[in-house]
């Protein structure tokens, strides 16, 4: 019997090609070369799964040109990188890689918080250049975390994760604004007040963007935004690039209209507006908010457990897409 054929887009950990290749002829990306779309549709020939990290873009015009494929099985739980309409349309299964990976971004959301306010990255590049031959008494003078306002943009499981630490673990004040507004009990355990868009910008000394990305949250920090916020703020996008307006955020952090900014995402990543490079106020990560060796495991482990179940019983664990099970490709 021939089995399904699985491409795997890029390098991964090779208990994951083992855990597919129990199941699937798989092609691997171990030497993790980076694919144009036409060497990506050449590569998906003959192929019933692909496992995606979230950079491999997905769009009507890649399925028309792979009639075999079955299913993209997402190692994120962002998924901005799908064109999910397009999918059903054609009765292609998407699935990505949600909750496994909360608790690890909250950490690093807050983590990246509290380097930003504190200015721990450009303290250490002072001492590291050898700068610092006497301290003094305003030397790298912050903003306190404990006792601040927390807003948060976006209030998904990540948005309450760090809603929890914030007000649990540092007495924070947390406001927050979603689409939605969350139910009682929800908003009770992580103690946060719903409150509209400006207000919260007006209000925040730290604001987190945890938002997903769609056409309708770009930018969703621009300019007019950044004029709202306190002088006195730090702003952190853990979220996806082009949620906020990259250039715009430079200029408000080189004219001191916000303090500081911590970024672990940008807009046309992994390049990074040259601007944001110039600028002490702004600690900058290359996009690794749930990047723990167990995190990424679990990730990895949760694509395949997709592609496994889709491919040999029709069922999916984290569907995107659900009605394709009942009309898959055919
Ligand atoms: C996600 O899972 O969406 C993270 O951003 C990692 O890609």
Redesign the pocket.
């Known amino acids: 019997m021939t089995r399904p054929k699985v491409l795997v887009a890029r390098a991964i950990f090779p208990e994951t090609i083992a855990r597919l290749a129990q199941h699937f002829d798989v092609e691997a990306n171990q030497a993790d070369e980076a694919w144009g779309k036409e060497q990506f549709v050449a590569r998906l020939q003959g192929k019933a799964g692909v496992f995606t ?3 491999e873009r997905v769009d009507g015009e890649l399925l028309d040109a792979c009639p075999q494929l079955k299913i993209c099985a ?6 901005n990188n799908f064109d999910v309409d397009a999918m059903t349309a054609r009765g292609v299964l998407a699935t ?2 949600p909750d496994v ?1 909360t608790e690890t ?1 909250a950490d690093f959301g807050f983590a990246l918080l509290m380097a930003t306010a504190r200015r721990i990255a450009e303290s250490e590049h002072y001492l590291r250049r050898g700068e610092w031959t006497r301290w003094r008494f305003d030397m790298f003078a912050g903003s306190d975390i404990h006792g601040s306002t927390l807003g948060i943009i976006g209030m998904g499981r990540i948005g309450q994760g760090i809603a929890r630490r914030g007000a649990l673990g540092f007495g924070m004040k947390v406001i927050y604004h979603n689409r939605s507004r969350l139910d009682a009990a929800t908003e009770a355990q992580c103690q946060a007040i719903y409150v509209g868009k400006e207000e919260l910008l007006r209000t925040a000394d730290h604001v987190v963007l945890v938002v997903p990305y769609s056409p309708a949250s770009h930018h969703t920090i621009g300019a007019a935004e950044l004029a709202l916020m306190k002088p006195s703020a730090t702003l952190v996008n ?1 979220a ?1 690039g082009g949620i906020v307006d990259d250039a715009a955020l430079a200029a408000a952090l080189r004219d001191k209209r916000i303090a500081a900014a911590g970024l672990d ?1 940008f807009e046309g990543e992994p390049k990074v507006h040259p601007d944001l490079l110039t600028v002490p106020n702004v600690v900058l990560t290359p ?1 690794i ?3 723990t060796v167990p995190t990424r495991r679990a ?1 990895a482990d949760l694509a395949v457990d997709n592609l496994i179940a889709y491919l040999t019983r029709g069922e999916a664990k984290t569907p995107l897409n659900p009605a394709v099970l009942s009309a898959p490709r055919k």
């Open positions: 990290t979230g950079s997402n190692m994120a739980v962002g998924y990505n890689a990976l971004t853990i996806r995402v996009h908010a749930s990047a990730m």
